[in-house]
Structure formats: C-alpha cells, structure tokens
C-alpha cells in the first residue's frame, strides 16, 4: 500500500515570497503523485501529477513539483505567491494499476500581504 | 474533457431519513468510481470502490449497510446514506476513473451533507 505524509499542517508565507510544501510518499511500488488544491467549501481541483516521464512537472499557474525517486518526495514550490493562492493544498498517491487515491493530511497555506 | 458531477452540491436533512447522492461522469465512461468522505478541516478518506455492474468494495471501517453504494451503468454511481445522523455529517466527494487505461482519476465538485 502506498501512503503520503505532509509534515507541514500550516505554512505562513507573505506576498510574492517563494514557497515550498513538502509531501513524502511510501511505497513499494511505482506510483502516480499528484498535487490538488482545495478552496473554502469547494472541491478539489487538480494542480498537477505525475505519472512517469520527466520527474518535474509545472502547472499553469506557476506551480512546480518534482519527482524525487531517490528521497520518494514530490514537494510543491513556487517562487513568488500571491494572496489568491491562500488555500488548502493536499498530496496524494496512487498505485498504477488501480485502487484510490491515499491522500496527505494537507497542509494550510496562507499567504500575507 | 473528464468532467464528473456530483449532486446535490449540499443537502440539510433530518436524523433518520436517507440521502441519496447521484455521481456522473460527463464525457467519458468509468467503469469504476470512488466515494471519500472530508471532515472538517481534515483529508479525505476513501470510503469504497464502486464497480459498474458489481458489489461495491468497502474500506476496513466503512459499513456497508450505512453507505450503499450502487454503480448502475457506466456514467452513474450512487451513494445512499441510511438513517442519517449527525454524525455522518461530512464531505462526500466521488471520483471516476478515467476510460484510458491508467489510474487516474476525475474528482467532483463534492456533495455537503447536513444532518440534524
């Protein structure tokens, strides 16, 4: 079974200052990773994943996470936030083959002007 | 592409009366989807594995006979909570596993059930 660990709960950070979440995965296996995004009283929206091929991966809005076989970590990064990125940000793994998704206990990141 | 619905987006009902909350994949066919649950402030937790056209499968603690789970046809999975109660107020967000091959998944926008 694969599981994932966030070791950050809270993250302050101000206005246009970089950040980095940090999510730590177990497993045994290959395993899919991906980075989703939830809003106050709204689902989950994906950031980004990683399924094999190039170990970094970026999403639209400037976000970074890379595969790090080696530390089996997949932390999130920014270099520059802003206040709209204020919002609960959640690690989750995933076996290839099938199965659902283990998720992190999420990590609140708060951004201050 | 890979849009799934969920609804009702929040339901408010009374202790003891059953819900249920409908999960559809748009454009695509699932052959299965999954139902978790979020406290508040907490992560989610997967609930069960919905199959189309099988018994659903169901995580050590979840019970079956609260939660049931029906995954009728391609695009449509269910979940009924019986005999509601305070308690299983929560979260409830599906998601549905894409038709190409590999694991990934679609999310929900999530169902907010209220019971009082």
């Known amino acids: 079974a694969q599981s994932v660990t966030q070791l950050d709960s809270q993250v302050p950070v101000f206005e246009e200052a970089p950040v980095e979440l940090r999510c730590n995965y177990s497993s045994s296996v290959s395993v899919y990773l991906f980075w989703y995004v939830q809003y106050p009283n709204q689902g989950l929206q994906l950031l980004l994943k990683?399924?094999?091929?190039?170990?970094l991966v970026e999403s639209i809005n400037g976000f970074e996470a890379e595969f790090n076989k080696s530390q089996t970590s997949f932390h999130l990064r920014k270099p520059s936030v802003h206040i709209s990125d204020t919002a609960e940000y959640f690690c989750a793994v995933s076996a290839p083959q099938g199965g659902g998704y283990n998720f992190g206990a999420g990590t609140r990141l708060a951004v201050h002007p | 592409g890979a849009v799934v619905s969920q609804h009702p987006s929040w339901v408010i009902c009374k202790s003891g009366t059953s819900v249920k909350i409908e999960c559809r994949s748009l454009?695509?066919?699932?052959?299965?989807m999954f139902w978790y649950r979020q406290f508040p402030k907490q992560s989610l937790m997967l609930m069960a594995t919905s199959n189309e056209g099988s018994k659903a499968t169901y995580e050590q603690g979840v019970e079956k006979d609260k939660f049931l789970i029906n995954h009728a046809s391609l695009t449509l999975s269910t979940l009924t909570v019986t005999s509601a109660h305070p308690e299983d107020s929560s979260f409830y967000i599906c998601?549905?596993?894409?038709?190409?091959?590999?694991?990934?998944?679609?999310f929900g926008p999530g169902t907010r059930l209220t019971v009082l």
């Open positions: 990683y399924l094999s091929g190039s170990t």
């Open positions: 454009d695509f066919q699932a052959t299965t």
């Open positions: 998601s549905a596993r894409g038709d190409r091959g590999y694991n990934e998944q679609f």
